[in-house]
């Protein structure tokens, strides 16, 4: 597609039960990101892919907090037995990589953002 | 890992005046200065960005410039519009994969 795209846009569901949110970042994209931002607050990281890869998981949470990226496209961003402090906005980022330059990345591109609330 | 701080946190200016954001880095090894915008409700967006090897660039009515050796590089805003309204992050890095950290932001007010 023209731009990433997450999925859903908005979810609210009770406290304890799962979710899924999902990102389909720009076709050929190999790095994708994930934050998290809640209300009025700054650019939490969580982890990144390098392709399917995530060298670095050390911004998740909680081992609630789960990721996978298949085929070096999809990502999937999983929360178990949701709590209500797991309510915010879930951004997920995907970057290319800049020609010419070794182990260069360029812009992120920031798809609109699940907002999620438990109740 | 890299320590990101933004200064100020806040900023209300006139429209018509300046604007001016710092950013200070910890990691010498950073080598991509970026800024982005995120307007109420919206996506974050990149809206201008430096190399190393580049002191200050300019795009119409904004600009950055860096300061490698004091490890702080500052987004200027001339002749602010109302439309500059919205929350402003650094995200400096190094050229190689990693995490990327964001500042914590400046929210930038601008009143007619």
């Known amino acids: 597609g023209a731009g990433v795209s997450q999925s859903p846009s908005n979810k609210v569901t009770e406290k304890g039960k799962d979710v899924e949110l999902r990102c389909d970042p720009i076709?050929?994209?190999?790095?994708l990101y994930w934050y998290r931002q809640s209300l009025g607050q700054g650019l939490e990281f969580l982890i990144y892919?390098?392709?399917?890869?995530?060298?670095?998981k050390s911004g998740l949470p909680s081992d609630r907090f789960s990721a996978e990226r298949t085929g070096g496209s999809v990502s999937t961003l999983t929360i178990q037995r949701t709590q209500q402090e797991d309510s915010a906005v879930y951004l997920c980022?995907?970057?290319?990589?800049?020609?010419?330059?070794?182990?260069?990345?360029?812009?992120?591109?920031f798809g609109e953002g699940s907002r999620l609330t438990v109740l | 890992g890299e320590n990101v701080e933004q200064h100020p946190s806040t900023l209300s200016v006139q429209e018509g005046d300046s604007a001016v954001i710092k950013c200070t880095y910890s990691?010498?090894?950073?080598?991509?200065f970026p800024w982005y915008k995120q307007e109420l409700g919206k996506r974050p967006q990149l809206i201008i960005d430096?190399?190393?090897?580049?002191g200050e660039k300019k795009d119409q009515r904004i600009a950055v410039t860096l300061n490698k050796t004091a490890k702080h590089f500052s987004l200027h805003i001339t002749e602010t519009q109302p439309e500059d309204s919205a929350v402003y992050f650094c995200?400096?890095?190094?050229?190689?994969?990693?995490?990327?950290?964001f500042g914590a932001g400046t929210q930038v007010v601008v009143t007619p």
């Open positions: 980022a995907s970057s290319y990589i800049v020609r010419g330059v070794a182990g260069a990345l360029g812009e992120l591109f």
């Open positions: 990691d010498s090894a950073s080598n991509y």
């Open positions: 995200a400096p890095r190094r050229d190689s994969w990693g995490k990327l950290q």
């Open positions: 430096i190399r190393s090897n580049v």
């Open positions: 076709s050929g994209h190999t790095a």
């Open positions: 892919f390098q392709g399917n890869s995530a060298p670095d």
